[in-house]
T-cell receptor, first 120, second 115 residues
């Protein structure tokens, strides 16, 4: 299989604090991970693409200093929401794509279960 | 640029009836096409994909989709709907020539299957 986990599943934090969300590929190596944001009843919006060992590529309009992404290993990427504000409250979903070392590139992205962030 | 359109916000169907969830796409080159399903407060689950070959793709849970190049469509279908199929469905496309390997998602279609 290709399982992606996210931790925590839910987090409530106070305005001004920072929150870290972890995304792990449990049974495969992910050279590329993606972070999405989903507002209620809306589609997923790509925030950034993260390649292992290099800086993340952010989509237009996404503040790189606010949403810090680290992809330090082939199985772990983290998203840190710094100085969170209520408008950052959302559902954050990561996905991972297998690298060539894990077999053929299938073009599929395997999604984590998501993290519900609520900033009070 | 690539884009995906899901023209219906919601599709209602009775259990046991066939269902169709529509998707049209736009890419500059040849597409890779995907369908995902999302249950409440959960991430996306992969249903099926079209990469190349047979235009009719069969996926998980009895779903299938047909790639129609002339109509730039990739509609999701199932012969007999189940109440448990009720969820949010997303179509996604990636241009084969997109070096960034990004997926672009449609707006989603909520499927409601009534007993």
């Amino acid at each position: 299989g290709a399982v992606v986990s996210q931790h925590p599943s839910r987090v409530i934090c106070k305005s001004g604090t920072s929150v870290k969300i972890e995304c792990r590929s449990l049974d495969f190596q992910a050279t590329t991970m993606f972070w999405y944001r989903q507002f209620p009843k809306q589609s997923l919006m790509l925030m950034a693409t993260s390649n292992e060992g290099s800086k993340a590529t952010y989509e237009q309009g996404v503040e790189k200093d606010k949403f810090l992404i680290n992809h330090a290993s082939l199985t772990l990427s983290t998203l840190t929401v710094t100085s969170a504000h209520p408008e950052d409250s959302s559902f954050y979903i990561c996905s991972a794509r297998k690298g060539r070392t894990s077999g053929a590139v299938t073009y599929e992205q395997y999604f984590g279960p998501g993290t519900r962030l609520t900033v009070t | 640029a690539q884009s995906v359109a899901q023209p219906e916000d919601q599709v209602n169907v009775a259990e046991g009836n066939p269902l169709t969830v529509k998707c049209t796409y736009s890419v500059s080159g040849n597409p890779y096409l995907f369908w995902y399903v999302q249950y409440p407060n959960r991430g996306l689950q992969f249903l099926l994909k079209y990469i190349t070959g047979d235009n009719l793709v069969k996926g998980s849970y009895g779903f299938e989709a047909e790639f129609n190049k002339s109509q730039t469509s990739f509609h999701l279908k199932k012969p007999s709907a189940l109440v448990s199929d009720s969820a949010l469905y997303f179509c996604a496309v990636r241009d084969r020539n997109n070096a960034g390997n990004m997926l672009t998602f449609g707006g989603g279609t909520r499927l409601m299957v009534k007993p």
